[in-house]
């Protein structure tokens, strides 16, 4: 049987996901978008050829609402969709913070409701999606979900207490690495190497280091070693980023991540 997939609110995430879900064989004529703009809409329909609906036309007519709107523009969607959403279909949340139950609580009884965190490598296909169900989400509803986000990257279940802090590590997670590099190279260029040389040199390292990461099976503090020899130039650099606190550093904020993506789902702005 098809099953319409439509995509709300359709940025540079939703977009990747679409493409993705073309890339897996779903026909552009089952996805729907809606987009706050009329040419962004067009765009959308010019470049992938899926079908640009409304809101509410989504509502009605899909199988799947994909709900990828800002999480202070969640409320309001929610109080636009809420006439036209049937207890049987799924939606799937990708705001930050919003929980399952903010959800639920603004639609009809017994709609059934993921919540997803993703993050931005589903641009290339490399996404870590971390799925959780909401009260009447049932074992379907989770494969789909991950049917749907398998297309973009790798997927994972966790319990809904669980999204702060997988918010935290994996949905900010890029941001923390792109900062990293931004500082090594501004040392890279210190150190004397021109800007592209020393960006060349970072990069590469990083994907070789996240490779061994993935298929060596070694625990990080091993593979660390191996690089760190008796009274090395590795050894001397690790004890300058210990000198500095960048351990707790990075703990201190992960916390804060996590503390913020708990005030979104509160309502709290600032």
Known sequence: MTQKVAVLGTGKIGEALLSGML???WPPADLLVTARRAERAEELRSRHGVVPVTNAEAAKTADTLILTVKPQDMGA?????????PAGRLVISGAAGITTAFVEDRLTAGVPVVRVMTNTPALVDEAMSVISAGS???????????EIFGSVGKTLRVPESQQDACTALSGSGPAYFFY?????????????LPRDKAHDLIVQSAIGAATMLRDSGEHPVKLRENVTSPAGTTINAIRELENHGVRAALIAALEAARDRSRQLASGTKD
């Open 180 to 192: 990293l590099v931004e500082a090594m190279t501004d040392a890279g260029i210190l150190l004397g």
């Open 136 to 146: 009447h989400a049932g074992e379907a509803d989770l494969a789909h979900t991950e």
């Open 23 to 25: 890339r897996g064989g």
């Open 77 to 85: 969607l929610l109080e636009e969709l809420a006439p036209h959403v």
